[in-house]
């Protein structure tokens, strides 16, 4: 009994291991896209944050502490590489990491309507506080018929991708809730 107890969480956690790995590399392939084609495939010089998707996707099927931690990760990745202030993606990703959580929790992600509704959400809290720390920090000027034009491409650009991957975001979703958020037995005595 207790080898096959021992045993059950050994598999466990090398599942956890391997989704860890998986969404390392699937990172590294949206940063491959993000970079490259969707340079060319722009709206007005406007492409879709794919990273806002996948961290919001990590918050909502995992949970909040590891859809934070891979938000700081990757989004310092992204600043060190491209960022014109450290800590800026990290930041912003990091509460869209957290949102995904609190979303989780108060709609269904099972809905393709409410998904879509989730991804414009976090995208309009992600540019918001971009750029704000923008202002802050590099004294950008406030230009808000700029912004809201960009943003609104944004949106419409992060929503169609995420109608499009939909499906894989469930198939995945599902895969990843059953590795990490596993249910806790707890007997009650009356």
Do not use: C, H
Request: hydrophobic share 55%; aromatic share 14%.
């Amino acid at each position: 009994m207790g080898d096959r107890f021992s045993n059950k969480i050994k598999e466990d956690y090398l599942k956890k291991i391997l989704s860890i790995i998986a969404i390392t590399i699937v990172f590294f392939v949206i940063y491959f896209l993000q970079i490259n084609l969707f340079n060319w495939f722009n709206i007005y010089g406007i492409s879709p944050n794919l990273f806002i998707i996948f961290i919001l996707f990590i918050g909502l099927f995992i949970g909040k502490k590891i859809g934070f931690a891979f938000g700081i990760i990757f989004g310092l990745y992204i600043d060190i590489i491209n960022g014109k202030i450290l800590g800026q993606t990290a930041i912003m990703l990091g509460i869209v990491g957290l949102l995904g959580e609190y979303l989780d929790k108060s709609f269904s992600k099972e809905s393709r309507i409410t998904l879509m509704l989730m991804v414009a959400s976090t995208t309009i809290i992600y540019e918001i506080g971009i750029y704000l720390i923008s202002i802050i920090s590099l004294g950008v000027n406030i230009e808000i018929l700029s912004f809201i034009k960009i943003l609104l491409i944004e949106i419409i650009y992060n929503t169609i991708i995420t109608i499009i991957i939909y499906p894989l975001i469930q198939m995945a979703g599902v895969e990843l809730e059953n590795t990490f958020k596993q249910q806790k037995i707890r007997s009650r005595y009356f």
